[in-house]
């Protein structure tokens, strides 16, 4: 089993930004893959950005293309998405996400978190 907590959720203006965080505790050699996703009010959830753990390939929404960017720090078992210039159709709950295998924007992730709420105002 993986747990995930994710962090850093907040209400922001349009054009801020914000620096969320999923901290991985457990069997985290089943994280290969270490994706968010994103799921609005009224909307399916979606991909927003993955990241291969091992050697750091990065996989990115063409929606979020530029503004947004994944990272991790193995040492500390901890994923981040820095979301920058942040429009209100960003507003979203922000969830971590984790595999073994598979492709990394596929939504059938094995572990999830419970979720981060990012707000942006207009």
């Known amino acids: 089993q993986v747990q995930l907590v994710e962090s850093g959720g907040g209400l922001v203006q349009a054009g801020g930004s914000l620096r969320l965080s999923c901290a991985a505790s457990g069997r985290t050699f089943l994280s290969y893959y270490m994706g968010w996703f994103r799921q609005a009010p009224g909307k399916e959830r979606e991909f927003v950005a993955a990241?291969?753990?091992?050697?750091?390939?990065?996989y990115y929404a063409d929606s979020v293309k530029g503004r947004f960017t994944i990272s991790r720090d193995n040492g500390e078992n901890t994923v981040y998405l820095q979301v920058n210039s942040l429009k209100p159709e960003d507003t979203a709950v922000y969830y971590c996400?984790?595999?073994?295998?598979?492709?990394?924007?596929?939504?059938?992730?094995?572990?999830w978190g419970q979720g981060t709420q990012v707000t942006v105002s207009s």
């Open positions: 990241i291969r753990r091992s050697v750091g390939n990065t």
């Open positions: 996400a984790s595999r073994l295998a598979g492709v990394p924007y596929a939504s059938d992730y094995d572990y």
